[in-house]
């Protein structure tokens, strides 16, 4: 496959309210993704709720994402688990699908060494038949974090093409992009939502946040400003970025996804228990006068 760019969204997973997955939401959610034209769907992400979820439904999302996109933008999987062996059956169960790479986070309870963990994740590029992008994501599996040194190491793997990295550190990423990576084939993804531009500016050659469900017309039209190098344009919609996130800070990112969709019309329900307690009307109104006034304003 070509090397991975441009804005790949984390999509998120429509609920009925037996918890079940929400087909037609899911449908409309995709439809305004790549309406928005969005560079790719990474399916049973964070975003997803993907770790809440049993493993038919894990299942169920990603080839529902499969079949929604129809092949007109690469469908990534993510296929995470605590060990090589629940990770592989993942992999096996979606043989066939058409499906471009997987996405594997470090694993997570047990506290790996640096040499496990990279034997973990080439355990997995070895016998994967597909590509393998790595997900660094400090603030949910703090305990075995991919250092800058840890993914230069992987990324001389051939199967291993990718790293999304939702470190916002500074410090991190200065010995990212100091370290000797093979960037004709391995792609750097920013998952740091409120730093897209500084990511994009820094070297990254995509973007990955699950606020993108929301504003995927603002994320696109930002990487497209980069990529024009019009800088002036893409601070101004990261600051509309950055201010429609209040969505998302409110009152935590599910309650706030759950609000937006609704008043988008794409779903009525986006979380599960226990992250799915009722809103005081205050915060609700809340949460859609910030949404309301970031989809009407201009800039």
């Known amino acids: 496959m070509n090397k991975l760019h441009g804005v790949i969204v984390p999509v998120a997973t429509p609920l009925l309210a037996d918890e079940s997955l929400d087909r037609e939401g899911l449908r409309r959610l995709i439809a305004s993704l790549l309406d928005a034209g969005v560079h790719g769907l990474f399916a049973n992400g964070s975003m997803s ?11 169920e999302i990603i080839v529902e994402v499969c079949h929604l996109a129809q092949g007109r933008v690469p469908v990534l999987a993510g296929v995470s688990d605590t060990s090589v062996r629940r ?7 979606i043989q066939g699908l058409p499906v471009d790479a997987v996405v594997v986070l470090p694993p997570y309870y ?20 597909f590509p393998v992008v790595l997900y660094e994501n400090p603030r949910l599996v703090p305990s075995n974090s991919i250092s800058p040194d840890v993914a230069a190491t992987l990324a001389r ?3 291993i093409i990718g790293l999304k990295n939702s470190s916002a550190e500074d410090a991190q990423w200065k010995l990212l992009f100091e370290e000797e990576l093979p960037r004709d084939r391995f792609a750097l993804i920013c998952g740091a939502e409120k730093r897209m531009g500084d990511g994009l500016r820094a070297g990254y050659d995509g973007l990955t946040g699950g606020f993108h469900n929301v504003f995927p017309e603002v994320a696109v039209s930002l990487y497209n400003a980069a990529a024009k190098g019009d800088w002036a344009c893409v601070d101004v919609l990261q600051a509309k970025l950055n201010r429609a996130y209040g969505v998302f800070e409110i009152a ?14 794409i779903a009525s329900k986006t979380t599960v ?23 009407r304003r201009p800039d």
């Open 110 to 129: 047990f506290i790996y060494s640096v040499s496990e963990l990279i034997n973990f994740f080439h355990s997995i590029a070895d016998h994967s038949p």
């Open 252 to 265: 935590g990112g599910w309650r706030g996804l759950a609000v937006a969709l609704r008043r988008l019309g």
């Open 87 to 93: 990770v592989l059956d993942r992999i096996r169960s």
């Open 49 to 59: 709720g993907f770790a809440l979820h049993p493993d038919a439904m894990q299942h």
């Open 157 to 159: 793997h051939p199967n």
């Open 273 to 295: 228990r226990p992250f799915d307690c009722p809103l005081p009307a205050d915060i609700r109104a809340k949460i859609e006068a910030v949404l309301d006034s970031e989809k």
